[in-house]
């Protein structure tokens, strides 16, 4: 039984009059908040809303950093030139650093979003410019284990830190199940909880086909965007604590 787990939720994916995670019921329940930076969604309100409140509850800000996509809700993959995407990371970051400063917070870690997400963990050239910008930002790196993001991060001297997702399926090779395709999200609130405690317990995911993937992942995100989320991330928290796991941050 691992001793201690952080659970991260992806917040602030809002713009404008549009909302889409209930920001304050999760960060009564996670402790690390992955910030939406504005790029595929978060507007500077909802930044400074969402940094104050994590201030406040003592829960770990992260950067979710992000193609430019707003429109596609960085679900898309964009050709980026490397250079112009480290370009476009740091300055997410520094948006968000200013929001969590005057908070009385500060960024801890650097974690990519969606289409992002998947493309650095096959993707060396982008998984290079992401590491390029958590580099030249002091920050540590949150993502799937055995990615070249992680790889690569490791070969530049940062801290690397491994990841499971509570709520999304698993190939048999490790890599998560693309949202266009069955299995890509787990069925109930059940079957979230299960996953948390098979990985308290024994340092497994369970693929779609039942292969048991081990894995040192320190931390388990729970999609705020995921039908039901808030009464699912409250229960994964809850069979934990029972389970004997202390919910820490794990930056």
């Known amino acids: 039984m691992s001793a201690t787990l952080d659970l991260n939720a992806d917040l602030a994916e809002g713009f404008g009059i549009w909302s889409l995670t209930d920001d ?38 992260g950067a979710q950093v992000s193609y430019r996509d707003l429109a596609g809700f960085g679900r898309r993959f964009v050709d980026a030139d490397p250079a112009e995407l480290t370009a476009d990371l740091l300055y997410q970051v520094g948006a968000l650093r200013e ?20 493309a650095v963990v096959h993707h060396d050239a982008q998984a290079r410019a992401v590491v390029e910008a958590a580099r030249q930002a002091g920050l540590p790196v949150l993502g799937l284990p055995g990615s070249r993001l992680l790889a690569r991060a490791a070969e530049a001297g940062l801290t690397t830190h491994a990841e499971a997702f509570g709520d999304r399926g698993y190939t048999p090779e490790g890599t998560l199940v693309p949202r266009s395709e069955p299995g890509a999200l787990l069925p109930d609130n059940d079957a979230v909880v299960e996953r948390a405690r098979r990985l308290a ?39 934990l604590r029972e389970a004997g796991v202390t919910l820490a941050p794990f930056a």
Do not use: Q, W
Request: aromatic content about 4%; overall charge negative.
């Open 201 to 239: 317990a024994d340092g497994v995911i369970v693929a779609v086909d039942g292969t048991e993937l081990p894995t040192a992942a320190v931390s388990l995100c729970l999609h705020g965007d995921s039908p039901g989320a808030v009464a699912s991330a409250r229960r994964v928290a809850d069979a």
């Open 99 to 118: 929001f969590a400063r005057t908070a009385g917070g500060e960024v801890a870690y650097l974690k990519p979003h969606g289409a992002l997400y998947n």
């Open 24 to 61: 304050d019921a999760l960060l009564d329940v996670v402790t690390s908040a992955n910030v939406a930076c504005g790029f595929h969604a978060g507007d500077p309100a909802t930044m400074r809303r969402v940094c104050a409140r994590a201030v406040e509850r003592g829960v770990v800000i």
